[in-house]
Antibody, heavy 123, light 112 residues
Framework: QVQLQESGPGLVKPSQTLSLTCTVS??????????WSWIRQHPGKGLEWIGY???????YYNPSLKSRIIISVDTSKNQFSLKLSSVTAADTAVYYC???????????????WGQGTLVTVSS | QSVLTQTPSVSGAPGQRVTISCTGS?????????VHWYQQLPGTAPKLLLY???NRPSGVPDRFSGSKSGTSASLAITGLQAEDEADYFC????????????FGGGTKLTVL
């Protein structure tokens, strides 16, 4: 079955760019049919959708983060990535990658999820 | 402040039935968009529990069920077990400026 694994630095300095990669195994991103997403969870808080991407490169971003995020895909490596610029302490969170399942327009859910990676923003 | 509102905590004794509510608005649940539910055990990633309001993925016990009416949805857990102690999140789609995908703030279920 499909598995996802996040990787990247666990500590980022304020004002710098957070960069994470999600490696997909057990299935090909380029086979289509699914979007691929980033979601984050602030410590002790709820979940916040960041955005998702299709293998073709089409992206959908959370409006509240849109000006600072870029999600890209590398089908040759079966990976997709997140870049979040100008980070502050408010961006400290566990970042998850997940596969997006589409039932119909307006009905999408996330399954499976990666294990998550904690990113701390601090000098 | 989450777009979907959930009661922060609920509790129940083993064997009992509990419900977790998820309240939205006319731009998400009330607009007819599906609600999906996730279970997050302590220290782990969220796991899909229900999709499309009422559907259970393979492996999820039929003790878990979902419903939706108007601007709200509910997750019911019957025959409560100690292993059900977790955080539960609802998720839907939204057409306002909140973004395509919105989550509830989560409900902490404590099994007494």
């Amino acid at each position: 079955q499909v598995q996802l694994q996040e990787s990247g630095p666990g500590l980022v300095k304020p004002s710098q760019t957070l960069s994470l990669t999600c490696t997909v195994s057990g299935g090909s991103i380029s086979s289509g049919g699914y979007y691929w997403s980033w979601i984050r969870q602030h410590p002790g808080k709820g979940l916040e959708w960041i955005g998702y991407i299709y293998y073709s490169g089409s992206t959908y971003y959370n409006p509240s983060l849109k000006s600072r995020i870029i999600i890209s895909v590398d089908t040759s490596k079966n990976q997709f990535s997140l870049k979040l610029s100008s980070v502050t302490a408010a961006d400290t969170a566990v970042y998850y990658c997940a596969r997006v399942n589409v039932i119909s327009w307006g009905s999408v859910f996330f399954d499976p999820w990666g294990q998550g990676t904690l990113v701390t923003v601090s000098s | 402040q989450s777009v979907l509102t959930q009661t922060p905590s609920v509790s129940g004794a083993p064997g009992q039935r509990v419900t977790i509510s998820c309240t939205g608005s006319s731009s998400n649940i009330g607009a007819g968009y599906d609600v999906h539910w996730y279970q997050q055990l302590p220290g782990t990633a969220p796991k899909l529990l229900l999709y499309g309001n009422t559907n259970r993925p393979s492996g999820v016990p039929d003790r878990f069920s979902g419903s939706k009416s108007g601007t709200s949805a509910s997750l019911a857990i019957t025959g409560l077990q100690a292993e059900d102690e977790a955080d539960y999140f609802c998720q839907s789609y939204d057409t306002s400026l909140s973004g395509d995908v919105v989550f509830g703030g989560g409900t902490k279920l404590t099994v007494l």
